[in-house]
């Protein structure tokens, strides 16, 4: 039986889910980071053939790596590019997430497990939680956010939300919202305040 609160983390892209998620690591939260595992998963052989296999070795580089952003390009224009992709990836993804939820519920370091999946609702993942937070951020200060790491566009970042369910749905899933429009204190002021909750009830 797992004591311990297991938190989903839902929004839209670049909302602040990492960013809250290492929030609550702050508070001794386990974190389940879903696109950490996607990206280590990818160095694996197996599945550097299994892309080269149905992407063609043109998405290798020369030193036999898998080149991330030529995939996502493909990818988020290719609604069957990424219906292969996520067949490659997501049993293993899911796989591991769930290894990982098994190990950190037997474990006496953490007083909670997050988890920090962008497709949480998608692949019914929300059902494993406890507690779900939306995070709320308008279009126009989530691009702001991400463009300060660099290029992304109003259309791409539709593009890529048009392969989620909306925020409003997700937002129906959630038991909190927490308002990401201020500076970084103020969100986690949030977190602090909502952990709390869940632990007393
Ligand atoms: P993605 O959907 O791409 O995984 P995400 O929802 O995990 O994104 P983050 O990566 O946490 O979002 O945040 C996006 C960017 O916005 C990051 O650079 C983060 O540092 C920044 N950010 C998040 N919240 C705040 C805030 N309250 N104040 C300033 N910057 C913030």
Request: net charge positive.
């Amino acid at each position: 039986m797992q004591q311990k609160p297991v938190i989903g983390i839902v929004g839209g892209i670049g909302s602040g889910k990492s960013t809250v998620a290492r929030e609550f690591s702050r508070l001794g939260c386990a974190v389940i980071d879903a696109d950490q595992i996607a990206h280590s998963l990818l160095n694996n052989a197996g599945t550097k053939q299994q892309i080269k296999d149905h992407f063609g070795p043109d998405l290798l580089t020369p030193r036999g790596d898998v080149n991330r952003k030529q995939l996502a390009e493909i990818v988020f224009r290719d609604p069957e590019k990424l219906s292969l992709l996520n067949s490659i990836l997501h049993p293993q993804v899911l796989g591991r997430c769930e290894t990982l939820l098994r190990k950190y519920g037997h474990s006496s370091r953490f007083n909670g497990i997050v988890l920090d999946m962008p497709l949480l609702v998608e692949v019914g993942w929300h059902t494993k939680c406890d507690h779900i937070i939306f995070i709320a951020c308008d279009q126009e200060l989530r691009l702001e956010r991400i463009r300060a790491k660099g290029p992304f566009s109003p259309r791409e970042l539709k593009m890529r939300e048009s392969f989620q369910i909306s925020l409003d749905t997700k937002q129906l899933h959630a038991d909190t919202t927490i308002h990401n429009t201020s500076d970084l204190s103020a969100l986690a002021g949030q977190i602090t305040e909502i952990f709390s909750k869940i632990l007393n009830r």
